[in-house]
């Protein structure tokens, strides 16, 4: 089981240098045929999987490694082989670039032109997103990653701009309040939906038309009276958190924790989304914010759905119910094959493991601090019923500062996350 004290880590990481590199593209000498990929892929699966589905296991405070979050086959094609030599010589240049990756996964940049220590990853970048290119060789482009160096391999790099489409695919053009659509996909899982989200558009000189639904977590009242399936299919979830596995319902929308002093959860992340809102807006996103005040009557499916069709990604706010001040971190989708080939998972959780990679990275760039590898796994009804870029992200836990200060340092990191997310 994973809880082993020990070398969990350390084979952990071997295992997954081992995989980066059998995953090699082209010209490997380590090059393994798709066959053993795939089996070597299988059997790392079913035993994350044994050992991620234990009866019993609470894995929302043990502070356990994720390193493997990104090593579905999806993700590890796309990387060019192990490079172990120095730096390579860049041809230097100065424009803009986009990614392209034909299955619509995202691409590492990484900090060295390394791909067999998954340490250098600095984030993801999904199909469209636009790089600042500052070099170029045959193997690997330098980009600027919040103004320091960061290489993706030049196998996914074009220079042509994709359709805005590509990238903003909402079409959703009303202003004002927005509410539950019963004709919606999945509407019909949410019991509480007689509230409103309200859409704002920003005003700035620099509009993106992104739509960025800002989701304050918990916030309704009797929310945890009512019960909603964990997943549209039925069937129960995989991993156990404030649901424990194995469970086919959940709390519509839970009251969240208490901090140390004595202040609700829910009471933070308002305050927090409605500094991150005005980051946004400045910033040229148009904003959907779920919740405004104390009390919102939308579950968390209703929450979802009305993200699914009036933005372009979702960002729920949270702080972690553990009191050791531990860091921000995403949580991830977990790597359990029957959740991720799941619809409507199957066809996002890709997106909605960039975008909460890219949100750590602009926490990381504000020097927030961030738990272990910015990434816990979580079954959440939230990511079931997601069909945009969607991920909760836990911005600290009960010992944190949610000083104003505290806010708008986190709220400026989520912003050059979206910035990253997007290639904005
Ligand atoms: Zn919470």
């Known amino acids: 089981m994973r809880k082993k004290p020990g070398n969990k880590k350390l084979g952990s990481v071997m295992a997954t240098a081992a995989l980066s590199c059998a995953l090699a593209v082209t010209g490997c000498s380590q090059y393994a045929s798709s066959g053993e990929l795939r ?3 299988q059997s790392r699966r079913s035993e994350s999987q044994a050992s991620e589905t234990g009866p019993g296991q609470s894995i929302l405070s043990d502070g356990q490694e994720d390193e493997d979050v990104f090593e579905g086959a999806e993700t590890s094609r796309l990387e060019t082989e192990r490079t172990t030599a120095p730096m390579p010589e860049f041809e230097a240049v100065q424009d803009e670039v986009y990614v392209k990756s034909e299955g619509g996964g995202s691409v590492r940049i990484r900090s060295s032109c390394d791909t067999g220590d998954n340490s250098n990853i600095l984030t993801l970048a999904g199909p469209g997103a636009r790089l600042s290119r500052t070099g170029k060789n045959d193997k690997w482009t330098r980009v600027e990653i919040n103004g320091a160096p960061g290489y993706i391999s030049t196998e996914y790099i074009t220079t042509e701009a994709p359709e805005t489409k590509a990238v903003s695919g909402n079409t959703y053009a009303g202003s004002g309040t927005v509410t539950l659509d019963p004709s919606w996909k999945y509407a019909e899982f949410s019991k509480i939906n007689t509230g409103a989200a309200v859409m704002y558009r920003s005003e700035a000189a620099d509009k993106k038309n992104i739509t960025v639904c800002v989701n304050a977590g918990h916030g309704t009242s009797g929310g945890g009276s009512v019960k909603t399936l964990c997943h549209p299919d039925g069937t129960p979830k995989v991993t156990g ?17 208490t901090f140390l002093d004595g202040t609700p959860e829910s009471k933070v992340t308002l305050a927090m989304a409605k500094t991150f809102k005005d980051k946004l807006l400045a910033a040229g996103y148009d904003v959907l914010m779920i919740r405004e005040s104390d009390d919102v009557q939308l579950d968390n499916v209703a929450r979802t759905v009305i993200a699914n069709n009036a933005s372009d990604c979702h960002i729920a706010l949270h702080w972690d119910s553990t009191e050791s001040d531990k860091g921000a971190f995403y949580m991830s989708v977990p790597n359990v094959e029957s959740y991720r080939n799941m619809e409507p998972v199957k066809s996002n959780w890709q997106r909605h493991n960039a975008l909460g990679e890219s949100l750590v990275s602009g ?5 927030v601090k961030i738990f272990s590898g910015g990434s816990m796994e979580m079954d959440l009804t939230q990511t079931s019923y997601s069909t945009v870029p969607s991920i909760d992200i836990e911005l600290g836990d009960k010992a944190s500062d949610y000083s104003q200060a505290a806010l708008d340092r986190l709220a400026e990191g989520l912003v050059a996350g979206v910035n990253q997310y997007f290639g904005r």
């Open 363 to 367: 926490l990381k760039g504000a020097d």
């Open 39 to 41: 089996s070597r892929e």
């Open 241 to 257: 958190g404030t649901t424990s596995a194995g469970a086919t319902t959940a709390v519509a929308v839970s009251s969240g924790m």
